[in-house]
């Protein structure tokens, strides 16, 4: 028997209509056999981070289950964005679609293609405010929550 893992994603667009960009992964993940329970948050709108003029993100956080190992999940990620045409040229540039692994069950992994938690997840507002809407109560590794990690940056 497979194990499951409960995992969280964070999903960002501003190119090619956003909002459909988020709603045609969300059917992608739901499609999987591999990943169950799937719960999204809303999608904020968030200014972009980033280099130039860009337009706004649409942003949201998926929570599911999953028998995928993590670097499994990581390409089957990366085949999603690929598909709805994502091209990797400049850092925090423009996208059609940006899927980030946050967290993976209470795993921590450093290796050279992953980084898990999401080592930017404590310091970006348009992933605690999707996480906090559907795990308020969710502990990092680092045994800090949500709430505490929100409102350092609020």
């Given amino acids: 028997m497979n194990t499951t893992t409960l995992c969280f994603i964070g999903l960002g667009s501003n190119l090619e209509q956003p909002r459909k960009q988020l709603d045609s992964a969300l059917m992608a993940l739901r499609s999987a056999p591999e990943i169950t329970q799937l719960t999204a948050s809303s999608y904020f709108t968030t200014a972009a981070i980033g280099p130039g003029q860009q337009p706004d993100y649409q942003n949201a956080v998926a929570r599911f289950t999953t028998t995928l190992k993590a ?84």
Avoid: M
Wanted: overall charge positive; aromatic content about 8%.
């Fill in 71 to 154: 670097l499994q999940l990581l390409d089957f990620l990366q085949k999603i964005e690929t598909q709805q045409g994502r091209v990797r040229q400049l850092r925090w540039g423009a996208r059609t679609l940006d899927l980030d692994l946050l967290l993976y069950g209470e795993e921590t992994l450093n290796c050279e293609r992953l980084t898990v938690p999401h080592p930017r997840i404590y310091e970006r507002r348009f992933v605690l405010e999707p996480l906090s809407e559907i795990a308020p109560q969710l502990r990092f590794p680092d045994g800090s929550n949500v709430a505490q990690r929100l409102a350092k940056l609020l």
